[in-house]
């Protein structure tokens, strides 16, 4: 078992719906949860990341982290057809962190 | 303009021969990263070092060799390539405490 698992997609939407994404993770230690957005042919891009569970909260973006359930996800409202990209759910220790494999998001004009 | 730059940006080469991706960051963080990012597995952790002259391996070390002589540069070593060592290469770097890792745009490495 992985010990960050992501929903594989790929998704698709259309333009203007609010988009989940989903992870889980199994180690209790981590401490660190973070979401990067990667397009195709460039290296990843820190969108969103957080130490504690709850919400946090940046513009069309909110993450939310359950650690009891060890749970994570990522909320995208009114997606734009920019937001298509991978997104990578990561978390881990201050002295490593796990990747997720990736979900592959695609939103339609 | 500041930032983490990784070269060369496409690499073909052969099995044996020894190869070395270089990353170059200007914000003298102190933390610098290797990964090679495969379908299917996502990012793996090759090296990783915590400031210059120290450095660890990471989740999938074999047929690697890192140093770090200056805080700015992480270069990564092939020594003898393999087929199964084709792959995205990512250079990342942090600074201290809890900040986030930011990434270079990749080497791809093909191994012929």
């Known amino acids: 078992q992985k010990e960050v698992e992501q929903d594989p997609g790929p998704l698709s939407v259309p333009e203007g719906a609010i988009v989940s994404l989903n992870c889980t993770y199994s180690n209790s230690a981590f401490q660190y949860f973070m979401w990067y957005r990667q397009y195709s042919r460039k290296g990843p891009e820190l969108l969103m990341y957080t130490y504690s569970s709850g919400n946090k909260e940046d513009g069309r973006f909110t993450a939310q982290v359950d650690k009891s359930s060890k749970y994570i996800s990522l909320f995208i409202r009114d997606s734009q057809p920019s937001d298509s990209a991978t997104y990578l759910c990561?978390?881990?220790?201050?002295?490593?962190?796990?990747f997720g494999s990736g979900t592959q998001l695609t939103v339609l004009p | 303009d500041a930032g983490i730059t990784q070269s060369p940006r496409y690499k073909i080469t052969e099995t044996g021969r020894q190869v070395t991706l270089m990353c170059h960051q200007t914000w003298s963080h102190s933390y610098m990263f290797w990964y090679r990012q495969d379908l299917g597995h996502g990012l793996r952790l090759i090296y990783y070092s915590a400031a210059a002259d120290i450095t660890d391996k990471g989740e999938v070390p074999d047929g690697y060799v890192v140093s770090r002589s200056k805080t700015e540069n992480f270069p990564l070593t092939l020594e003898s390539a393999t087929r199964s060592q084709t792959s995205v290469y990512f250079c990342?770097?942090?600074?201290?405490?809890?900040?986030?890792?930011?990434f270079g745009d990749g080497t791809r490495l093909s191994i012929l």
């Open positions: 990561v978390s881990g220790s201050a002295r490593q962190l796990t």
């Open positions: 990342a770097s942090r600074g201290f405490g809890n900040q986030p890792q930011h």
